[in-house]
């Protein structure tokens, strides 16, 4: 397999744990966004949106694309150690929990965004970060609001990791080593990033870990 991804992209952080998790291994492809590769003829044939990651199979055929379908379709092609529950509900939640990092909060600040508030709405740096910095800590504050909840355990959802740890994990790292926002209102969520950062999957995919990181 190859991924189409890039070190500080926290969409391709999530599946990285991911395929970590489930003792995956694939290529990596660097498509560095802040120099604008996304937009390359190249690349939009693999992703017409121009986003990462995206994920070729072995035996070829169409490029996954988005994180959360990405790791829906690892875990059912390889459903051990399993990253959603088994029961209905169970799984109900943390896709719910998973979706408003991936899908709430995190598109909120892509690059895309960002260059839209810089190129076309002309706002200045510190409107930007704080733009950044709002909605980041608005979707940890939505998922500890849930987190409150009973089925809340070792981890987001009972005692193992699950596609909802790997997504908050991503909106901590945000939250933390892009934007230095103040997390002491989340403090939930932060012990069970703590948590999550135990396990290698999780820790080793850290984006400031990545070569990428050091050569910046």
Known sequence: MKLYGFWRSLATYRVKVALALKGMKVDEVSIDLLKGMQHQPDYKAVNP??????????????????????????????????????????????????????????????????????????????KRNAWLMHWTLEALKAIEGHLEEKETGKFCHGDSPTMADICLCGQVIGATAYFKADVSSVPVAMRIYEECMKIDAFSRAHPMKQPGAQAH
């Open 49 to 126: 949106q121009a986003v990462v990651p995206s994920l070729i199979l072995d035996e070829g055929g169409t490029p996954l694309f988005q994180s959360v379908a990405i790791m829906e379709y690892l875990e059912e092609t390889r459903p051990q150690p399993a990253i959603l529950p088994k029961d209905p509900r169970g799984r109900a939640r943390v896709r719910g929990l998973a979706l408003i990092a991936a899908a709430d909060g995190h598109p909120l600040v892509t690059p895309r965004i960002r260059n839209y508030l810089e190129k076309t709405l002309q706002l200045p740096e510190d």
